[in-house]
């Protein structure tokens, strides 16, 4: 029996309002979580960083499908169309490391060596960060932007990432006799370019994808037409494990109705052995968003199981969790090493999701002998349940952790009235940034450290300006390659009170 959940997702990462996805890729016009950062590999940094701003909030609420997610490179307004779709001839590559990457375009930079690529978003972060350091008069460094295997600046030849990304989606589109298209949208078209695989896609995960549309089309399931708005399905998105072997589908359809739901779900389940759960997302909703408010399982586990930093996640069908695992570790452990938390420490995850950060600086005090006290807000009912089952899982108990469906804004402003005491603050909003009430807020509780984790530098430069004038400064400042092959840049910037 199906189990259904109501609950509004955050756009196609789960616990936060249209944001990051962390995804960035072109199939629809955004794949997975929504955020992407298109362009191309020319220009100045200036130019780089502008574009990879405007395009990842551009593509905020949009959802997936491109093997980099939705986090393609292309630029293009997720979903949006052309009035001319792309000739046949446009739509192939026969050279390059990919043979779609043009046409696809949801890997601008895949030609360009790695080493290049991390040395032009180094470029692009300090032109962005460096004039508000100046101007705040903060001794703040921007450190090398780690990248998979080597940093901005590295000697020699950095080595290419491929198969990072464990998240992965695909639009349908019908095709004639009832065949039901599956591959990538061609940039800024709701045009099927046909991707039998995809260079940065964990292993296996294309071939499952294209797989959903061979066996609808066998049941007679009609693709979705973005175009006519006719038709049942959308999308299928696609959740592998990084260290265990478990996978998660999900398929979008315009309607609740399905013919053969069921034969459907079943075969659908056979497709691969890792495969623990399928999940139906109801979304009839026009635009790029991939998900919609409605999601039930159809087939076996409510979530899926991961690993991040030793510890356990339960990922349900519509919650966040990030694109490139690897990556994320090496994200988390900035934000942990900037939390500097001490014994007693009180920590506040501010959007907190499903509770990964938190919970990985938790374990990691513990670990060092400094139990801590986390507490958890974020707005999505969905993820806090999520957060609570992870609070479990990894040995945490209600004292320990614990976790609220509030306003974040709310909960701060609430808690500075009350005289809560918090030592340290970390936040991971959506694209669009936090807000001035939510900041001045935090440092209305006057916590010792600041930990801010950014999917979009721009916002978070004027972020950083607000702090800066309610007596923080920043100390450490840290790009991140999440998405190797496009222009995207995550941060981490360590703030302490002045």
Not at 22 to 30: C, E, L, N
Not at 438 to 449: D, S
Request: hydrophobic share 40%; aromatic share 4%; with cysteine.
């Amino acid at each position: 029996m199906a189990q259904q959940s109501s609950h509004r997702p955050r756009s196609a990462r789960g616990g936060k309002p249209a944001r990051r996805g962390k995804d960035h890729r072109g199939t629809s016009a955004s794949a997975g979580s929504g955020r992407r950062s298109a362009g191309s590999p020319a220009g100045s940094a200036r130019q780089a960083a502008g574009r990879s701003a405007s395009a990842a909030s551009a593509s905020a609420a949009s959802g997936a499908a491109h093997p980099a997610g939705a986090a393609s490179g292309s630029g293009r307004s997720a979903g949006t169309t052309s009035d001319a779709a792309p000739s046949r001839r446009k739509l192939k590559d026969s050279a390059g490391p990919c043979p779609i990457m043009r046409a696809c375009g949801g890997c601008a930079w895949l030609g360009i060596p790695y080493r290049k690529q991390l040395i032009r978003k180094q470029e692009a972060m300090e032109e962005l960060f460096r004039p508000l350091i100046e101007r705040m008069g903060w001794d703040a460094a921007i450190e090398a932007t780690c990248g998979m295997g080597s940093k901005a600046g590295d000697p020699g030849k950095a080595p290419v990432p491929r198969a990072f990304r464990y998240k992965a989606a695909t639009p349908f589109a019908p095709g004639p006799a009832g065949a039901v298209r599956s591959g990538f949208f061609a940039r800024g078209t709701h045009t099927i370019v046909p991707a039998p695989s995809c260079a940065v896609e964990a292993p296996g995960a294309r071939h499952i994808l294209n797989e959903v549309a061979r066996v609808a089309e066998r049941l007679g399931i009609p693709a979705y037409d973005e175009d006519a708005r006719q038709g049942v399905l959308r999308y299928a998105v696609l959740r592998m494990g990084w260290r265990t072997d478990e996978a998660m589908l999900t398929i979008v359809t315009a309607r609740r109705e399905v013919p053969h739901i069921e034969d459907l779900a079943r075969e659908l389940s056979s497709i691969d052995p890792r495969i623990v759960c399928v999940a139906q997302n109801i979304n009839g909703r026009e635009g790029n968003a991939i998900l919609g408010r409605e999601t039930r399982v159809l087939w076996g586990a409510p979530h899926m199981k991961d690993e991040l930093l030793d510890c356990t996640f339960a990922i349900s069908p519509t919650a966040f969790y990030q694109t490139n695992p690897q990556q994320t570790e090496v994200l988390y452990r900035l934000a942990i090493e900037g939390m500097a938390l001490e014994a007693g420490d009180v920590l506040l995850d501010a959007y907190c999701g499903s509770g990964t950060i938190g919970l990985c600086a938790a374990r990691d005090a513990a670990r060092a002998g400094k139990a801590i006290k986390l507490i958890g807000v974020e707005k999505n009912p969905a993820g806090i349940v999520d957060a609570r089952l992870n609070a479990e899982l990894n040995g945490l108990g209600p004292d320990e952790a614990s976790f609220m469906a509030t306003d974040a804004t709310e909960f701060l402003r609430d808690a500075a009235r009350s005289g809560t005491h918090v030592d340290v603050v970390a936040l991971d909003p959506p694209r669009a940034g936090s807000t001035p009430a939510f900041l001045t807020a935090a440092a209305e509780l006057g916590p010792r450290r600041i930990v801010y984790i950014s999917c979009n530098p721009t916002t978070q430069v004027r972020d950083l300006e607000i702090l800066g004038q309610q007596g923080y400064r920043l100390c450490r400042l840290t790009p991140v390659d999440m998405f190797p092959h496009t222009e995207h840049t995550e941060t981490v910037a360590v703030l302490e009170r002045s």
